[in-house]
């Protein structure tokens, strides 16, 4: 049994304490073992292989003491990447509508959020965004790291307080620049090998809401 499956059925038994009553030895569990851990935690049973969930999770708490920008890719995280398009050419996207009370909430809480999107259209995009009172988004071609760098310069913001949220290769950049590199369950291998948080939903489907959640234990207090 490798040490990060190890260390990551100890952490489950920390944040459970009726699993301590279980009378087994860690070697000792079975892989059907370790994915009703997984189910019990709802969390992909081969991160339990791949990360350091216990790590994760302080890093995303330390990261909540000096939180200034939540930067939000929009297709494959804000939406599932599915696309739809009408024979009159319109686009079709779906949003998740627990994402938008988490967003809302973050704003709340003194946080600037961005969303960043290499799309072509930005009629949706700026529509969710007025939804949702966010300001400040971009929808075009160039850098999404520029742009997120050029705010954060204006505002004197450091990009070591900046969380990322992306799931595809025109992420990378912007991952590897900011304090905080997260993607969500759908993200592909190349983002998830340069990302510090996984979390634990696919885009669409809640995976910002997951992520502000964990950043702010007091979300609905």
Not at 84 to 92: K, N, P, V
Request: hydrophobic share 40%.
């Amino acid at each position: 049994m490798s040490e990060i499956l190890k260390n990551n059925i100890e952490y489950f038994m920390e944040s459970l304490p009726e699993l301590r009553n279980i009378n087994k030895n860690i070697d000792e569990y079975s892989l059907s073992d370790i994915k009703a851990l997984a189910d019990i935690f709802a969390v992909p049973i081969d991160y339990c292989f791949k990360y350091k969930l216990k790590q994760e999770e302080e890093n995303i708490k330390e990261f909540s003491k000096h939180i200034k920008i939540l930067a939000l890719d929009v297709d494959g995280v804000l939406t599932d990447a599915g696309l739809y398009i009408t024979t009159s050419e319109d686009e079709i996207k779906k949003f998740n509508a627990q994402d938008g009370i988490a967003i809302q909430f973050a704003i709340k809480k003194g946080i600037t959020v961005i969303l960043l999107s290499s799309g072509l259209r930005d009629e949706i995009i700026s529509y969710r965004a007025r939804m949702l009172k966010i300001p400040l988004f971009y929808v075009g071609k160039e850098s999404k790291w520029e742009k997120l760098k050029m705010f954060a310069e204006e505002n004197g913001i450091n990009p070591q307080d900046v969380a990322y949220i992306g799931d595809d290769v025109n992420d990378l950049v912007v991952l590897e620049n900011v304090g905080l590199s997260v993607c969500p369950q759908n993200a592909v291998s190349i983002v998830k090998d340069n990302s510090k948080i996984h979390l634990y939903k696919n885009g669409g489907t809640g995976a910002v809401r997951e992520f502000i959640e964990r950043l702010f234990s007091d979300i609905f207090n």
